[in-house]
């Protein structure tokens, strides 16, 4: 049986490739947390406008039969908002899984190559940087989609609460009116 040297190519090759599939372990890893970190945060945020909107409606409730189309087309808005963000985080969940699944068919194919690991050592190693630096600018993507998205949200559910206050505010005055009449 043949020794190696640290200077064999094999043994470079090798080590090098095992560094690259550790990258992207911890790039996969990172890119997870990231999106967790993401899922946290908007289901914050809709918490928060939750408690908000329930606040608003113990205000409204003298108000609630004048209110009652205004509510179903709200209701019917946030419903859409909700099923398009829903099918966004589908399609992203579907991306980061096509993106697992051929890292795992790389990963086979190297395994399955291990003879020819020699005349395809660099071909190989520079594929694998390409793909974690695609890993990074994906992973960089999608935390600038998220924080988007969250603001979005925030965004939207300050002017519906102002406008539900406003709503309010001219029901009450109109309501005021007309008793005073």
Do not use: C, W
Request: aromatic share 2%.
């Amino acid at each position: 049986m043949k020794q190696y040297t640290d200077s064999d190519p094999l043994l470079a090759a090798q080590s090098e490739i095992q560094n690259l599939k550790d990258t992207i372990v911890a790039l996969r890893e990172r890119l997870e947390s990231l999106q967790f970190e993401a899922q946290e945060q908007a289901q914050k945020t809709v918490a928060n406008n939750h408690d908000e909107m329930k606040q608003l409606r113990e205000t409204a409730q003298a108000l609630r039969d004048e209110l009652d189309n205004l509510a179903h087309e709200k209701g019917r808005a946030v419903q859409e908002a909700m099923a398009g963000h829903r099918d966004e985080v589908v399609q992203l969940t579907q991306t980061a899984q096509a993106l697992r699944d051929e890292l795992d068919n790389l990963n086979h194919e190297k395994n399955t190559a291990v003879q020819e690991v020699l005349q395809q050592s660099r071909q190989e190693i520079t594929q694998l940087k390409q793909t974690a630096q695609a890993l990074r600018d994906e992973l960089d993507s999608v935390k600038f989609g998220y924080d988007g998205k969250i603001e979005e949200i925030q965004r939207a559910a300050r002017d519906d609460s102002r406008q539900l206050q406003e709503t309010i505010a001219a029901l009450r005055d109109e309501l005021e009116t007309r008793s005073g009449k």
